[in-house]
């Protein structure tokens, strides 16, 4: 089956569209990838959408219209990759959509808001959608996050040693293989924050660590953003932009008179290099395997590096799974898994009381095909 999923993550810089033709060959899941196309927001879109995130007030009219526009700005990627990666011959959309909320309070996960109306990528591609993945996992008791903990199992399962996928995208979070998957805090959340605000929104992040290269670490900012009680937590736990983001780290600085800039990113890339490691501490890693955007991050890398000394670093396209696409990917598993009628989660990734199949199905043109079946769940991911 050819599938397509489509990501945007909590940078909110693109729309991620990975083709994928994935086969089950009895207790494996073949993946083939097909390409990968991205498309930026329209900038008028990305700047009502942050204008939109917390700690905002927004309302219901902006939230219909923003549900709206990502469903339109969505239908068009996946267009474009079921005509330039498929050759117009895809199968299914699988649609994470974008992530504007997740309701945590008092160590659980209570809900959370995607928003991109798959009716509208049914619509402009004629194909089934499934959409809506996290909340589902959130009914069974679960953080509905990281959903891509399974894919990473799968993936990972053989390989020596103790490996950990890492996502380094918005938020960054890790799966372990034995099923320990959580939000490790920060990934470039607060560091594309602080760009944009200390900048006065001229660039959106530090491309290729420029501005951290020139900085200096600022110790006790770093211990101040290390006091955050979100980092004590266990796992099963998920965070996101309703704690990380600028009027956070404003609160932050307060007392420490003026520090420059670069000194502040220097000290933010500190924090996520800091935080990533201590979380792969505590799972006693012998391999990570990273993707998301912070791997184009070369002051990120080596700081992480240098904290994990001993440790093999990394990136999933050493291991033939394109970083930039990853999460794409793994969005397609999940939807292929979904119209086979097989679970999506893993309930030691998640907190949840069972595993669960995933999302909402949006039919396409014809309906909804007859929806295949499978025997039994696959056991590991193979790339092809």
């Known amino acids: 089956m050819r599938v397509i999923g489509l990501m945007s ?18 207790d494996s899941l073949v993946l083939r990838p097909l390409g990968l196309v991205s498309e930026s927001y329209d900038p008028e879109l990305r700047g009502a959408l942050a204008a939109a995130l917390p700690p905002a007030t927004t309302g219901l009219a902006e939230v219909c219209r923003l549900d709206t526009l990502i469903g339109q700005a969505f239908a ?7 005509r330039e ?21 008092d160590g659980r996960v209570h809900g959370t808001l995607q928003l991109g109306q798959p009716a509208w990528i049914a619509e402009a591609t004629g194909l089934p959608v499934v959409a809506d993945f996290r909340p589902r996992d959130i009914a069974a008791g679960g953080q509905g996050a990281p959903l891509v903990s399974l894919f990473d199992l799968l993936w990972l399962r053989g390989r020596p040693g103790t490996p950990v996928a890492l ?34 929104g001229r660039l959106d992040h530090d491309v290729d660590g420029a501005l951290a290269a020139r900085g200096t670490v600022h110790g006790p900012l770093l211990r101040r953003l290390l006091a955050e009680p979100y ?43 800091r935080t990533v490691a201590d979380a792969v501490r505590t799972v006693r890693a012998t391999e990570v395997i990273a993707s998301g955007g912070g791997t184009r991050n070369p002051v990120l890398m080596a700081m992480l590096g240098a904290e994990l000394p001993g440790v093999a670093l990394r990136s999933s396209d050493a291991l033939g799974l394109p970083s930039a696409a990853k999460e794409a990917y ?12 097989l679970a999506g989660t893993d ?8 595993p669960s199949v995933l999302g909402s ?11 295949p079946r499978a025997d039994r769940a696959p056991l590991r991911l193979v790339l092809k």
């Open 167 to 200: 996502n380094l995208g918005g938020i960054a979070n890790l799966t372990a293989p034995d099923g320990t998957a959580f939000d490790t805090g920060p990934g470039c959340a607060l560091l594309d924050a602080a760009v944009r605000g200390l900048s006065g």
């Open 85 to 105: 990666l498929c050759d117009g011959g895809a199968e299914l959309i699988a649609s994470h959509g974008q992530t504007v909320y997740h309701w945590v309070a």
């Open 330 to 341: 793994a969005f397609a598993v999940l939807g292929f898994l979904t119209v086979h009628g």
């Open 9 to 26: 993550g909590t940078s909110y810089d693109a729309i991620d569209a990975a083709a994928a033709e994935l086969t089950l060959d009895e």
């Open 361 to 371: 199905v949006t039919p396409g043109r014809d309906g909804l095909p007859p929806l």
């Open 347 to 354: 309930p030691a990734s998640t907190g949840a009381r069972h």
């Open 76 to 82: 068009a990627a996946a267009v474009r990759a079921d």
């Open 231 to 273: 980092y004590a937590l266990p796992a099963p736990k998920t965070t996101g932009k309703e704690l990380f983001h600028f009027s956070y780290l404003r609160d932050a600085l307060t007392g420490f008179g003026t520090l420059t800039a670069e000194d502040v990113i220097a000290t933010l890339t500190a924090l996520t290099a």
